[in-house]
């Protein structure tokens, strides 16, 4: 019997239980996988795409909702933005979601903050310990773990638009905005002054 066979196949509910050699092999394991994998998320970064053409918007009713468990069943959803698909960005990512008539949204999960704007259809929100009824053209903000899910009780599809923040990363405090001068429009326009100068103060 190999070391993989009496080290067995762990759950994360099970790491709990591992003995410390295991465990260490695990994350060695498991780090060494993510490099690879962020190896050739930086390297399609590199297209740098800015814009997703209707044409090209395709549903995949295999792809799982991220976070979720591949035993639940996967609901018709649209990739949008994200590093695999060529966009330089680290921080969200955004896809289109529909729920059938009769069914829910990955039965309660948690992940970092999300904006939800509802496309079509009509349906249930539950935030925490909060229900929203929802339909189209409105908007739901999840707070970062925060157990949420959505019901469709209805007749029709509700399909939404989602933005995620992404998996690890950490929410930005004291963001700084700052407007290119030679950008600006109307008279009060000063071309050529330095973006340093429009720093607050006390925040170099």
């Given at each position: 019997?190999?070391?993989?066979?009496?080290?067995?196949?762990?759950?994360?509910?099970?790491?709990?239980?591992?003995?410390?050699?295991?465990?260490?092999?695990?994350?060695a394991?498991?780090?060494?996988?993510?490099?690879?994998?962020?190896?050739?998320?930086?390297?399609?970064?590199?297209?740098?795409?800015?814009?997703?053409?209707?044409?090209?918007?395709?549903?995949?009713?295999?792809?799982?909702?991220i976070?979720?468990?591949?035993?639940i069943?996967?609901?018709?959803?649209?990739?949008?933005?994200?590093?695999?698909?060529?966009f330089?960005?680290?921080?969200?990512?955004?896809?289109?979601?529909?729920?059938?008539?009769?069914?829910?949204?990955?039965?309660?999960?948690?992940?970092?903050?999300?904006?939800?704007?509802?496309?079509?259809?009509?349906?249930?929100?539950?935030?925490?310990?909060?229900?929203?009824?929802?339909?189209?053209?409105?908007?739901?903000?999840?707070?970062?773990?925060?157990?949420?899910?959505?019901?469709?009780?209805?007749?029709?599809?509700?399909?939404?638009?989602?933005?995620?923040?992404?998996?690890?990363?950490s929410?930005?405090?004291?963001?700084?905005?700052?407007?290119?001068?030679?950008?600006?429009?109307?008279?009060?326009?000063?071309?050529?002054r330095?973006?340093?100068?429009?720093?607050?103060?006390?925040?170099?």
């Open positions: 019997m190999t070391e993989h066979d009496q080290q067995g196949d762990y759950s994360q509910s099970d790491y709990s239980q591992m003995e410390a050699r295991h465990l260490f092999r695990q994350r394991e498991l780090v060494q996988r993510l490099g690879k994998v962020e190896e050739e998320l930086n390297e399609r970064r590199r297209q740098g795409r800015h814009v997703v053409k209707k044409t090209e918007q395709a549903w995949d009713r295999s792809m799982s909702i976070g979720m468990r591949p035993k069943s996967h609901h018709p959803i649209c990739l949008l933005v994200s590093p695999e698909l060529g330089n960005v680290h921080n969200f990512h955004a896809f289109f979601l529909e729920i059938p008539p009769g069914s829910s949204d990955g039965a309660y999960h948690m992940h970092g903050e999300a904006i939800k704007y509802y496309l079509g259809g009509r349906g249930i929100e539950i935030i925490g310990d909060e229900r929203y009824e929802v339909e189209a053209g409105d908007v739901a903000f999840i707070p970062a773990f925060t157990w949420h899910g959505t019901q469709n009780p209805g007749p029709e599809p509700l399909r939404f638009l989602a933005v995620v923040q992404g998996m690890g990363t929410v930005q405090k004291n963001p700084v905005f700052l407007i290119r001068e030679d950008m600006r429009e109307g008279p009060e326009a000063r071309v050529g330095g973006l340093e100068e429009e720093l607050p103060e006390g925040s170099q």
